[in-house]
C-alpha cells in the first residue's frame, strides 16, 4: 500500500521545529519539489541531480536518501524483491531511517522526523506484506500507526491531512476485508470509515498542493480494484497521465481504466505504444490490453486468446509484481473457455486467476463463475 506517506512525508508543509528542518532551508525544499517532479515523471538522471544538490545542502536530514529510494522505485518499477536495485532501495532507507532516529532522539517532537518515520514504517509495511511476512508487515504498520494518528486530529490546520487520514479511513476497512488473514490482529487500530475515507482522498486531490497526485493515484486505484467504478477511476487516472506524461506505469493504469470502462478507442492507441516498450512488464501489460480490445471490443475470442497466451509467456519469467496482470491474462482466457463451454477449462483457468489476483474483481468474478458451474 503506501507510497503515498513517502509524498506526504517528503514535501508536507509544516512548521519547523528546529534548526537543520527541510522547511528551514527554502534552497533545499525547492530542489525536492523539482526532484519529485523528475521522479514521479520517471526522469532518474535529472532526479538525481536534484537529490545531490538536497544532499549538499543537507548532508544530515533523512530526505536524501529517501529520494533515493524512491527514485530507484520508479525508475526500476515494478521492483522484485530478489534484485540488486532492491537491496540498494532498502538500504537507502535504512541510512533514512538512521538519520531520523538522530533528529528524534535530539527532539523527539520533530515533525519532520515523525512523518520520516512515519513513511519508512509504512513502505517497510508494504514490502513486507508484498513479500507474504505477515507478522513483520504488522510490526512495521504498528510503528507507522504511531506516528500517523497526529495527522488525525489535524484536518482543519491543511488539506494535505485529508490525504493521510482518508487513506486510513478507506484501507483500515477494506483492507481486512480483501485479506482476511490481517483481521485477528487489527484491534490495535482505530476502526475506519470507507465513505468518509473516499470523500477525505476526494477533498485532497482537488485541494491539496503536495499530496493531490498521490491522492488522485490512490482513488483510480481503489475505483477500479475495490470499488468497480472505472468511470471514476478514468477521471483520476487521467489527471496524472497528464500531469507525468512519461511515466509509463500511470499509463498503464489509465488505460486498464479506460478499458474496463470500456473506453476502447481511446485505449487502444496507448496499448500500441506500450507494445513498444523495452521493459518486458510493459510489454505484457499492452498485450494484456490487446487481448481485452480484442475479445470486448471486436468479439474476435480466437484473436483475444492468442494475444492472452502471449502476454502469459512474456510474463513467465516476471516475479510477484507481475501477478496482477497475470490474473487479468488468465480471467481472460477463462471467459473464452466459458463462452465456448468448456467448463472443466474455465474452471482451471479461473482458479488460477484468482490465485494471482492481488484485488477484488478477478476475485470476485472467479468466485461467481466456480460457484455457479
Known sequence: ?????????????FEAAAQGDLM????????????????YNTESEQAEEYIKQTEKLMPQHPVGPMMKALNINWSENPIEADTEDFRKLIGHL???LDRTKTYLKNDSENMEAIFFAMAIHSWLAQFYDEDGQTFKALSAAKKAYQYMKIGFEMLDQSPEFYFSTGLY???RVQYPESNPIYKPFLWFFRDGNK???????????????FTRAEASMYLAHIYLRYEEEPAKAVKYSRDLVERFPDNTFF?????????AAAKYTTAYPITQKLLQEEKPFYRMSGEVFTAIHYEKHLANLTMAKTWYQKSLESGEDLGARADNKKSLAYAGLARIAAAR??????RSYYRTAMKL????????????YLRNN
Open 1 to 13: 500500500m503506501i507510497r503515498w506517506i513517502l509524498f506526504f512525508a517528503l514535501l508536507f508543509p
Open 24 to 39: 528551514d532551508n527554502p534552497t533545499a525544499l525547492e530542489h525536492v519539489e523539482k526532484g519529485l517532479f523528475y521522479i
Open 94 to 96: 535504512q541510512i533514512s
Open 169 to 171: 479511513n478507506y484501507y
Open 195 to 209: 465513505e468518509l475515507g473516499l470523500s477525505q482522498l476526494d477533498h485532497a486531490s482537488e485541494k491539496a498542493i
Open 251 to 259: 499509463k498503464i493504469n489509465y488505460t486498464e481504466a479506460l478499458l
Open 341 to 346: 463451454q468448456q467448463v472443466d477449462e474455465a
Open 357 to 368: 489476483a492481488q484485488y477484488d474483481g478477478v476475485k470476485n468474478e472467479a468466485r461467481r
